[in-house]
């Protein structure tokens, strides 16, 4: 059974930057195709990022990004650690917000492109870490 732990959150001010953790255990994270989304109070869940699983991938796996964030986001992935990261940089308050990595897989065999803002096709949640952005 797949585990997800996030971590990394705080309080940032606005223009500043962090980077979320996302750590798995139980089996390889390549073989999933990974997401990170986002709910504010009050808000429905939003896709943030994702990267497709790691079988058969070149140039380490295509991405995708919400339109918010696209620029200032950067989901990466990091074999050795069994872990996937989401850099953010120049926050703003409106990324005021619980984050969560989820994964869709797994996929042993085949390359599995990412999903977003779709949540449906991730089965296995973290317990989210809270991003805050103020001053």
């Known amino acids: 059974q797949l585990q997800l732990v996030e971590s990394g959150g705080g309080l940032v001010q606005p223009g500043g930057s962090l980077r979320l953790s996302c750590v798995a255990s139980?089996?390889?994270?390549?073989?999933?195709?990974i997401g990170w989304f986002r709910q504010a109070p009050g808000k429905e869940r939003e896709g943030v990022s994702c990267?497709?699983?790691?079988?058969?991938?070149?140039?380490?796996?295509?991405?995708k990004y919400a339109d918010s964030v696209k620029g200032r986001f950067t989901i990466s992935r990091d074999n050795a650690k069994n872990a996937v990261y989401l850099q953010m940089d120049s926050l703003k308050p409106e990324d005021t917000a619980v984050y969560y990595c989820?994964?869709?897989?797994?996929?042993?065999?085949?390359?599995?492109?990412?999903?977003?803002?779709?949540?449906?096709?991730?089965?296995?949640w973290g317990q989210g870490t809270q991003v805050t952005v103020s001053s």
């Open positions: 989820a994964a869709d897989g797994p996929n042993t065999q085949h390359y599995r492109l990412c999903v977003l803002p779709n949540a449906t096709p991730y089965d296995y």
């Open positions: 139980g089996f390889s994270l390549d073989y999933y195709a």
């Open positions: 990267l497709s699983n790691n079988v058969a991938a070149s140039g380490g796996g295509s991405t």
